[in-house]
């Protein structure tokens, strides 16, 4: 099946804000775990490489395989399934991450808790997400989105939860704000505020199209800006409604 549509990040240059973003995800992950990990959402697997390497075993799982499960390093193991439930045992792992997946996920309270399940105590899941403040229309492909009270409220029974947010420096915002003036132009036409209403599967395919679109065109128009983002131009900072994404991080206790 494909899964080449706008909402799974590839590597295309129009993508480039958005792979960056991604990609500080799973270094500032891979600072941080060891032991037994389990990634929920290996989407096209450019994580892999980045995360596998600090891990004594690697357990990569999606609803989709986009990647060569032939050339994965001896460690790594994907697994093809649905979430929620996880398919392991109670306390299996030392860490789990998940990247842009939980605003998919329909039972998200059912998901929290299989997490936690399948973690050791003192292990630790380490989740991002978009921050609704942020975001410039409704997302068809996502079932919900959270604002920062919202995430800490759904990580409630863990034992402890760091939060931090994903910023941008100068250059990330004036490609925010060319893209948000980009999205004003598209939806003045939406004068019935379809966006809200209509049932989320029938905006799925004219979403994905004109997102897919709209950074294009916005890639030709500012070609140095959009390839110039770069990794390093986002960091972690003190959570707030201003930042791209949530990253959190949960320790069971």
Request: glycine content about 6%; proline content about 5%; aromatic content about 12%.
């Amino acid at each position: 099946m494909s899964i080449n549509t706008a909402e799974r990040v590839s590597c295309e240059a129009s993508d480039n804000y958005v792979f960056q973003r991604s990609r500080l995800a799973y270094h500032e992950a891979a600072k941080r775990i060891s032991g037994d990990v389990l990634e929920i959402g290996t989407g096209t697997g450019y994580g892999i490489d980045i995360v596998a390497p600090y891990a004594s075993r690697f357990v990569t799982l999606d609803k989709y395989c986009a990647i060569d499960t032939g050339s994965l390093a001896p460690n790594v193991e994907f697994i093809l399934a649905t979430v929620p439930p996880l398919p392991f045992a109670d306390a299996t792992f030392d860490f789990v991450v998940s990247f842009q997946v939980i605003e998919h996920i329909k039972r998200d309270k059912l998901f929290i808790s299989e997490v936690r399940r399948v973690l050791k105590p003192g292990g630790r899941f380490i989740v991002s997400t978009p921050n609704r403040p942020m975001s410039l229309t409704r997302n068809p492909w996502h079932v919900r989105e959270y604002n920062p009270e919202e995430l800490r409220e759904l990580l409630g029974s863990f034992g402890s939860i760091e939060e931090c947010g994903v910023v941008g420096n100068e250059r990330v915002w004036r490609y925010y704000e060319k893209n948000r003036e980009s999205v004003r132009r598209i939806m003045r036409f939406d004068v019935l505020n379809m966006q809200w209403w209509l049932p989320r599967w029938l905006l799925q395919m004219p979403y994905d199209i004109m997102n897919r679109i709209n950074r294009r065109r916005l890639h030709s128009a500012n070609r140095e800006l959009t390839e110039g983002i770069a990794m390093e131009d986002y960091s972690l900072a003190e959570v707030s409604d201003s930042c791209f994404d949530l990253f959190y991080i949960a320790t069971k206790l």
